[in-house]
């Protein structure tokens, strides 16, 4: 009955199985209450319940409704913000930076081995080139991964031979590694609380939060019932509007669309994806996309940062997506959708917290599927009294604007033009 277009998704009508859990009603009391429940809230709850707190979950609607549940389902190494850390820490900040690069692909992975969660993994990805400065781009990107002693794991593609990984002309080239993967990322939402659930975690679903009553014990209102907490972590990222005057005017809410095609026949996907991997172009105002587990494509791209929604998602992706496999031309549209993700200027995602007991994490500017999995356990770090990452992302710099969803939107709209304009030079 929910016509929101994050429910509209192909995720949506292929979960295993799905959960209901209750609406909060009446007063409640735990060690922590989690506000969220995509990849961020999930991933801390799980990692706080596997240390014996007793958590307690919030989600305004359902387990995964925002980007979480419905993204490319990439699970891609890195850490946005990489260039913005740099110039604030320098050379030191190199260490935290390669620690932490796979370390959201391995608590998927972790999770995914520990808890039993059918998401479909698939390992395999490679990043695409469209020009020769681009390759470049990736030839520093595959010096640097073999000068890590992950030489094993990544391949540079020429043009020879990109069309044995993507079956287009349109790339000059590629660096493909098979450490990334792709997945179901709504039914890794779902097994994810499932896991948490089965270790005590409460969840309450459609119930959202209208305020925090702060003190030495933090107390979490919605419209039916509290929890008084010891922390809070607020996790609601694009969607979440409380304290905005801690952690409003940073975080721009964008959207990012996806088309499923209808099931394609084995020879038609083998010629498409032939080794099936999720792929990625490296613009600026990127494509990204990647066969399902019964052969579709899922086709993404084209973020929109002025706040307005497409009329016709089809009519937007579609064009985008023959450009690029142009043999798809026949096939049928079974699933459009697409919503909002949180985008911050210079990339850092914005941690913090309020006082000494309410954290905050948000704005993965599309990298969340890792890196939420990332900070997820740096909260839960901070909570058990290891601030040492978390001050990394705390002590970082943000540019403030005000009234973010109007003139934020448009001033960063502006900006991502001269980057479209960038790719198309």
Not at 92 to 97: G, K, N, P, W
Not at 320 to 332: E, G, I, S, T, Y
């Given at each position: 009955m929910n016509k929101a277009p994050e429910r509209?998704?192909?995720y949506a009508a292929t979960v295993n199985n799905t959960t209901e859990y209750p609406?909060?009603?009446?007063?409640?009391?735990?060690?922590?209450?989690?506000?969220?429940g995509g990849f961020t809230g999930l991933s801390a709850a799980l990692k706080l319940a596997e240390r014996d707190y007793a958590v307690t979950l919030i989600e305004s609607h359902?387990?995964?409704?925002?980007?979480?549940?419905?993204?490319?389902?990439?699970?891609?190494?890195?850490?946005?913000?990489?260039?913005?850390?740099?110039?604030?820490?320098?050379?030191?900040?190199?260490?935290?930076?390669n620690r932490l690069r796979w370390r959201g692909n391995e608590i998927v992975e972790e999770n995914i081995r520990k808890y039993d969660i059918e998401c479909d993994l698939k390992y395999g990805y490679i990043d695409c080139a469209f020009k020769d400065r681009q390759m470049r781009d990736l030839e520093a990107e595959f010096e640097k991964s073999s000068s890590m002693d992950m030489a094993d794991h990544f391949r540079l593609v020429g043009a020879d031979e990109i069309s044995e990984y993507v079956g287009t002309s349109v790339y000059k080239g590629g660096l493909f590694n098979d450490r990334?993967?792709?997945?179901?990322?709504?039914?890794?939402?779902?097994?994810?609380?499932?896991?948490?659930?089965?270790?005590?975690?409460?969840?309450?679903?459609?119930?959202?939060?209208?305020?925090?009553?702060?003190?030495?014990?933090p107390v979490v209102h919605t419209k039916h019932g509290t929890v008084r907490a010891k922390k809070v972590i607020l996790a609601g990222n694009a969607y979440h509007l409380l304290e905005q005057k801690k952690v409003g005017g940073i975080l721009f809410p964008a959207g990012t669309y996806i088309i499923a095609t209808e099931p394609l026949s084995d020879d038609l996907a083998d010629e498409v994806m032939p080794r099936d991997?999720?792929?990625?172009?490296?613009?600026?105002?990127?494509?990204?996309?990647?066969?399902?587990?019964?052969?579709?494509?899922?086709?993404g791209g084209r973020c929109n940062y002025s706040g307005r929604e497409p009329k016709d998602i089809k009519a937007t992706i579609r064009p985008?997506?023959?450009?690029?496999?142009?043999?798809?031309?026949?096939?049928?549209i079974d699933f459009q959708w697409g919503g909002k993700i949180g985008i911050v200027i210079n990339r850092i995602p914005q941690v913090g917290r309020i006082g000494d007991n309410v954290y905050y994490a948000q704005g993965y500017s599309g990298h969340g599927m890792n890196q939420a999995h990332i900070v997820g356990e740096i909260l839960t770090e901070a909570?058990?009294?290891?601030?040492?990452?978390?001050?990394?992302?705390?002590?970082?710099?943000?540019w403030k604007i005000p009234a973010p969803r109007w003139v934020g939107n448009n001033m960063v709209a502006l900006g991502m033009l001269y980057y479209r304009m960038k790719d198309l030079l």
């Open positions: 509209q998704s192909y609406r909060l009603q009446g007063d409640e009391v735990a060690d922590i209450c989690v506000i969220g359902t387990i995964g409704w925002g980007a979480s549940g419905r993204n490319g389902g990439q699970l891609i190494r890195g850490l946005s913000g990489q260039k913005a850390l740099r110039k604030k820490y320098g050379p030191d900040i190199e260490a935290f930076i990334d993967a792709h997945l179901h990322p709504l039914n890794l939402c779902l097994g994810e609380a499932r896991a948490a659930a089965g270790l005590g975690t409460k969840i309450y679903e459609q119930s959202p939060v209208l305020s925090i009553t702060h003190g030495k014990e991997l999720a792929a990625c172009d490296v613009n600026e105002m990127l494509d990204y996309y990647r066969l399902s587990s019964d052969k579709r494509m899922l086709f985008r997506m023959l450009k690029v496999f142009p043999q798809l031309k026949d096939a049928r909570i058990c009294g290891q601030m040492e990452d978390f001050d990394v992302y705390a002590k970082a710099k943000h």
